[in-house]
């Protein structure tokens, strides 16, 4: 004997309740009448109680039927709700990322804007911090999804690109920026302003220098892109920064570019997830989001 009422049962009930006419019930649940039926008296069986008045072929609500409407009724349009929140393609829910500060300060926000004014139920939580950070959340479950201006080395996670940047040699010193283009070799011995170790924006740099590196005079590492900033007005002073962080210095002449023969600093930003991450509707929509975003943007 059937202990515990269905939903099906209840959507039954419900329609019954609107619609008490067993052959309009039975074209609309595409079910027989008897299937229909067969389903009311399990339901009250259940309950131990009539739902119905049964007359003449008619069926009427009773009083126990009708408290029971007034309770259930608002139960079983709640339980729809949350099951269409996944089957539909309106989507809903919290995302939680990790984010690299270039990323995060530069690319995330409008893409996540974007995001929410196509899909208004869904919510973000960001973490930021280096790409070996980012790395670590992904790795104890941190976060549902990262983005990264780095390499890392974690067989565990999975990577592909979702966009380009190119690093800019930048001072505070226009004398320096002034003559139109350096060799590389005439740069080494300037005092270099780094990023900590874990920033990807330092180690795409050193990679790219290759053997410059162990000439390379670095003067001062700082954890922050605007502590890095603060300290190029010093003369013959020169960091490696991210197109995105020195757009406005830039533009209004509190920073200067300068140029480099022979040598470009570019880099991938990727999307990592871990490989044995779940991929839920949302997160899959998002992906497929931020892998688009260049042609968005």
Same mark, same amino acid.
């Given at each position: 004997?059937?202990? !515990?009422? =269905? ?10 309740? /609107? =619609? ?19 389903? @009311?008296? *399990?339901? /009250?069986?259940?309950?131990? #109680? ?15 039927? %009708?408290?029971f ?8 349009t709640?339980?729809q709700? &949350?099951?269409? @929140?996944?089957? +539909? ?10 984010? !690299? ?11 996540? $804007? ?16 280096? #790409? ?11 976060v +549902?999804?990262?983005?990264? /201006?780095?390499?890392?080395? &974690?067989?565990? @996670? ?5 966009? =380009?940047? /190119? ?14 283009? $350096? ?38 590492? @700082?954890? *922050?892109?605007?502590?890095?900033? !603060? ?8 960091? &490696?920064?991210? %197109? ?9 002449? !509190?920073?200067? %570019?300068?140029?480099?023969k022979?040598m ?9 997830w ?9 997160? *899959?929509?998002?992906? *497929? ?9």
């Open positions: 004997m059937q202990t !515990s009422m =269905t939903i099906k049962q209840l959507e039954l009930f419900i329609a019954l309740a /609107e =619609t008490p006419h067993l052959g309009k019930v039975s074209q609309e649940k595409h079910l027989s009448q008897s299937a229909i039926s067969t389903a @009311i008296k *399990n339901l /009250e069986e259940i309950l131990e #109680t009539k739902l119905f008045d049964r007359s003449n072929k008619k069926i009427i609500l009773n009083e126990d039927g %009708r408290l409407l007034r309770r259930v009724e608002p139960l079983v709640q339980l709700w &949350c099951e269409n @929140i996944f089957r +539909d393609a309106h989507l809903h829910g919290s995302l939680n990322i990790g984010v !690299s500060s270039t990323i995060a300060k530069s690319i995330l926000p409008r893409m996540l $804007y974007r995001f929410i004014e196509l899909h208004e139920g869904v919510t973000f939580r960001t973490e930021t911090g280096n #790409t070996q950070t980012v790395v670590n959340l992904i790795e104890k479950g941190g +549902d999804i990262g983005f990264i /201006e780095g390499e890392y080395h &974690c067989v565990d @996670i999975q990577k592909e690109v979702f966009g =380009t940047d /190119e690093l800019y040699i930048v001072t505070g010193d226009k004398k320096l920026a002034d003559k139109k283009a $350096y060799r590389m070799e005439e740069l080494l011995q300037k005092r270099w302003i780094l990023r900590e170790k874990g920033s990807g924006t330092r180690e795409v740099f050193l990679r790219h220098l290759g053997a410059h590196t162990q000439n390379l005079n670095v003067f001062m590492q @700082i954890d *922050n892109t605007g502590g890095v900033k !603060s300290v190029l007005r010093n003369s013959d002073t020169l960091a &490696c920064m991210s %197109r995105y962080h020195v757009k406005f210095e830039l533009e209004h002449g !509190s920073l200067y %570019r300068v140029r480099v022979d470009s600093f570019t880099r991938p930003f990727y999307l990592i871990h490989r044995n991450k779940y991929i839920s509707s949302l997160l *899959n929509e998002f992906m *497929n989001f931020s892998r688009s975003w260049d042609e968005i943007a």
